[in-house]
Each structure stands twice: as C-alpha cells, then as structure tokens.
C-alpha cells in the first residue's frame, strides 16, 4: 500500500497563518529541529546547551514572524537565517561579557597543539571532526558562519549570502579567510606536511 | 613524474583542507539529532493564543441592548413612521408570488444565518 504523500512545508506553513494551527506548527519543528540544531551546535563550537537554547529561540521567532515568510528561499533557509541571527546576537553579548579575556593569537596556537596532541587517541573520522569543532573555534564569526553555511548545510554561495544578511562576494571573501586560518589550525591533517 | 609542492595550483595545494571540509559536512548532514523533547519545549515557549474574554459576549448583547433602548427612547414614534412608510410602498406596488418567495427566502436565509452566528461557540 502507498504510504500517503508527505504535507509540504507550505501547506503546513499555510496552515499555521490561517488557522493558527499549533499542531502544524510542531510538525514543522519536528521536520526541521535536527538541521538547526546541528547547525548552532557547529556555531557555537560544540556548546550543545547554548545551541539547543538557541534554536528554541529560533523557532519561537520563526513563530513569530511566519507571516513574514514570503517564500523567496526554502524554509529550512530561512530558519538557518534565523538561527545565525540569534547565533549573532548571542557572541556579541557573550563577547562584551568576556571582552578582553582571549586573544586570537594565542587561540591559534593552543587548537594546533591540541589538534597535534589528539591525533592518537581516537579514530581518524571522530578525531577529525573534534579537531573541526575546535578549529572553528579560531574563526571570527562571519568567516564561522559562512563555512558552516557553505560546508556543513551544503548551502550554494547565494543561498549562504541570504542566511548571512551580505553579498555573496562577502561569503566568498569569508570563506577564503576562514580557509587561510583553517590551513594553519589544521596543519596535522596536510599530508604534505605530515610526509615533509 | 610525481609533482612536488611547488608544481600544485594553490587550489590543489589546499585539497586536503577542502576534502577535510567536505567529509565534515557530510558527517554533520548526516548525523541526525534525535528530537528527544525538542518540539515538546518550543510548543511551551511559543506565546499563549490571544483568547478573547469570557466578559466579553455578554457585554456586547448588553451594550446593543442598551443602545437600542436608548434610540426608541430618543427617537419616538420613528418605528410606527418606517414601518407605515414601508408598508405603503410595497402595497403601492404589485408584487410577483416569484418575488415574495424570494423575499422569504432572504429573509429565512438571514434569520438561520443570524441564529448560527449567536449560538455558535467562540
């Protein structure tokens, strides 16, 4: 038997202004809660609490603001937009609560230490996605965000460029920076360096 | 000839960040987070329906109520004024059984539609 035809996420969105439909709207939660999830928890760097508090934010202003939604990209699109933002406003106000406490300097050089330093312990694949997290850490928010639109949720660069809010010449330019900081803090993973 | 470092385009100088990068991705696509009370938590957060309150139907028949008495109050006699009025148009002028059964019909259609409408639940 035919398993009936999955509801779109504009019926379910069309469903929810109409009728204020809350069950619509848990569906669409439930359909996409992994991928924003995922998403802030690469944002911030493995910090899976503040993630989850984030994306509940996330969808509670994509709630509130659905009217709003007007279709020009997908809705998952969309809520990464809204979750970056939320992500933003986040490390702005952590940032002005630890200003003056880290330097990005020194940050380079412990990730490339720690990244050398694990690199027995466990499993290539996990010890390279650990070793990601960490790098990541390194990059400043934009250069973050775009790698993480561009490679982790597969984002084309125009796509990257509506969930950022800027060009798409910006992306490319913190795409390439976040590359060059990327080289540096996983210089173990180059195999030319490693058989140098 | 196996080519050196210094043969490579940059972009293939930078494969393996970019391979590392692309292995990253798939890995995080691929890794679904169970929703574990998710959904369960947002539904609570999301803002409470805008209810309308209990006060406020009954208030409404109360406030016609009271402006109906106060026009009969203080316009006397202009009901007994419409309703002859009316009454000389329409004997004035001769009317089809066709007309009068669509008059009943509205007028039936109104009174039903009227009556839904006030006892339907909020």
Known sequence: MASPPEVTDAQLIARCLVQDDRHAFAALVRRHQSG????????????????DDLAQETFVNAWRNLAAFRQEARFSTWLYRIATNCWLANARKRKEELLGDRDGAIEDEQVGEDVAASHGDHSRASTLRIDMERALGVLSEAERAA????????LTH???AYVLGCPVGTVKTHVLRAKQK???????????AASA | MPHTQSDLRPDD???WLE?????????????????????????????????????????????????GIGIAFALPG?????????????????????????????????????????????
């Open chain 1, 36 to 51: 924003v999830r995922a998403c802030l928890r690469k944002l911030t760097a493995g910090n899976h609490a503040l993630a």
């Open chain 1, 158 to 160: 125009e796509e990257a």
């Open chain 2, 78 to 122: 202009t009901m007994f004024d419409v309703a002859r009025e009316t009454f000389r148009l329409v004997s004035a002028r001769p009317f089809a059984l066709s007309e009068i059964a669509a008059l009943l019909l509205v007028v039936g259609v109104a009174t039903g539609t009227g009556t839904v409408m006030a006892l339907r639940k909020d």
């Open chain 2, 19 to 67: 391979r590392a990068l692309v292995a990253d991705g798939a890995v995080h696509r691929d890794a679904y987070i169970e929703d574990s009370g998710f959904t369960a938590r947002v539904m609570d957060a999301l803002p409470a329906p805008a209810a309308l309150p209990r006060w406020r139907k009954p208030a409404l028949a109360a406030l016609w109520t009271v402006a």
């Open chain 1, 182 to 192: 990327l080289k540096v803090a996983l210089s173990a993973w180059n195999p030319d």
């Open chain 1, 147 to 154: 790698i993480v639109q561009c490679y982790h949720n597969d």
């Open chain 2, 13 to 15: 100088a930078d494969a």
